[in-house]
């Protein structure tokens, strides 16, 4: 029987001249406590001047600060915690008349003055904020001319109505009761998992203190059900315990060998292609220039984002380092890498550097290191959107559309295969007449990701 085609369908038909962009297959995700921006609402972080005005301090600031040091260049961050609003009634004969609440939670506006003046038909309403000193005043005859004027005039503040006569004349008043929220509970953790799930093109995700595998389990179990129903591809990079020596500056080696111990046990029956464990911490310097230890997570995050698809972290070295503790033997250097586990260790004349870059699948996994995780996912990714422009487009009895939805599914992955970011790739498209009828078509894609090199850790022989 002869090919039917249907007329006018591929004479405009874009397949063989589609150009995909790939999307960038670097994108973060990082929730985490602060003293600033708003709860569960997801802020695109690229520099550190925005990161610094959004969030002001707190765990989610340092590690985004640490990982735009590193070569970080989309962040999306996520702020987390049971966090309060501070707040001040303002009262005409000791009852309520005005409420002022800060306009994001945290412990930033506690202590915000409020001096109330005036008598007779009108008060006069000023502000002043702490951190800057500036005051802002608000003059009207009623409450209602107040409460437009005040949130109409300034973004620190809310004020709500509470009754309608004008508030007594007061003089430092304090607003207080804010919260920054920094002890997490598993409730929040697993909210700001469900949340991430709503951004397909989030690469890895990071949440900032979750350090139990109760909580690695909910992570990860995420990204499963994120690639698993061709939601989006992602992995999560996961932090291990912090550690605690007795005096911080003059860790035992008993002290560092309990450590390593403890966090491979807290391992042991732990394992998905999904997670990627950093152990151990650094010292940092933050923006007044005082140092501070933080875990090395969001580093190596941000020197992951900066480096190509398939290279891999062995000798890359990241940027705001100032020390690394502990620093491991090598006996416990083997440990970690059978426990695939990644750490950073000093090497003469390079610095830190990430020793590997291994995650942690089953028994068999092929797909055993980050760089190989990554490749495979921005391959699918870039395959997804180039095959997105068929759906809906009228097919023939030969499957000459079948033929054209291979073609532009082969341009992306031909483009990585070139520029080495996937050594090789096997595409199979199937559609059964039955399946044509259905409107479906299968598609088969194996990547093939070699680039990789482990550490020599033991002795080099020269015959």
Request: aromatic share 6%; with cysteine; hydrophobic share 40%.
């Amino acid at each position: 029987m002869a090919t039917k085609i249907i007329k006018d369908v591929y004479t405009e038909y874009l397949s063989g001249t589609v150009v995909v962009t790939p999307p960038p297959s670097n994108i973060e995700f990082v929730a985490g406590w602060s003293e600033g921006g708003e709860l569960l609402t997801r802020y695109t972080i690229s520099d550190k001047a925005t990161a610094r005005a959004i969030f002001r301090g707190g765990d989610l600031l340092k590690a985004l600060l640490e990982r735009l040091d590193a070569g970080s260049s989309i962040i999306y961050a996520v702020r987390i915690g049971d966090a309060l609003k501070a707040t001040l009634e303002l009262k005409a004969l000791e009852i309520p008349v005005i409420r002022l609440t800060a306009v994001e939670p945290g412990t930033w506006c506690n202590g915000m003055e409020v001096d109330v003046s005036g008598v007779g038909a009108t008060r006069t309403i000023e502000i002043t904020d702490p951190e800057t000193e500036q005051s802002f005043a608000f003059t009207g005859g009623t409450v209602d001319a107040l409460l437009a004027a005040i949130n109409a005039g300034q973004s620190l503040v809310m004020a709500t109505k509470l009754g309608d006569v004008l508030p007594d004349a007061a003089v430092g008043k304090l607003l207080s009761g804010g919260t920054n929220g920094e002890n997490l509970t598993n409730g929040n953790f697993l909210d700001a998992i469900e949340f991430s799930e709503q951004f397909p093109d989030v690469a890895w995700v990071h949440f900032v203190g979750a350090e139990t595998p109760a909580l690695w389990t909910a992570i990860v179990t995420s990204c499963r059900n994120m690639v698993e129903n061709v939601l989006g591809e992602r992995f999560a990079l996961l932090d291990m315990p912090r550690f605690a020596p007795l005096v911080p500056d003059k860790p035992t080696p008993q002290e560092i060998q309990d450590y390593v111990d403890e966090c491979i046990t807290a391992k042991t029956d732990f394992s998905d292609r999904n997670a990627v464990f950093f152990i151990g911490e650094a010292e940092y310097l933050d923006s007044d220039g005082n140092p501070y230890l933080n875990r090395v997570t969001s580093a190596c995050s941000g020197k992951m984002a900066a480096v190509d698809l398939q290279k891999s972290l062995l000798g890359e070295s990241p940027a705001g380092i100032i020390s690394l503790t502990p620093e491991f033997s090598r006996g416990q250097q083997v440990q970690l890498i059978q426990a695939n586990i990644n750490y950073l260790r000093t090497q003469a004349g390079i610095g830190k550097i990430i020793a590997l870059s291994v995650n942690a699948p089953p028994a068999g996994e092929t797909y055993n290191r980050i760089e190989k995780l990554r490749s495979v996912y921005s391959a699918g990714k870039q395959a997804r959107l180039a095959a997105f422009p068929h759906i809906g487009r009228p097919n023939d009895e030969g499957g000459e559309g079948l033929k054209l939805l291979e073609e532009d599914i082969k341009r992306p992955l031909e483009l990585m295969r070139q520029n080495g970011q996937i050594d090789s790739y096997k595409l199979e498209l199937v559609s059964t007449a039955e399946m044509r009828s259905l409107g479906e078509a299968l598609v088969r894609l194996s990547i093939n990701s070699m680039k990789a090199f482990e550490i020599i850790l033991s002795k080099v022989y020269l015959d």
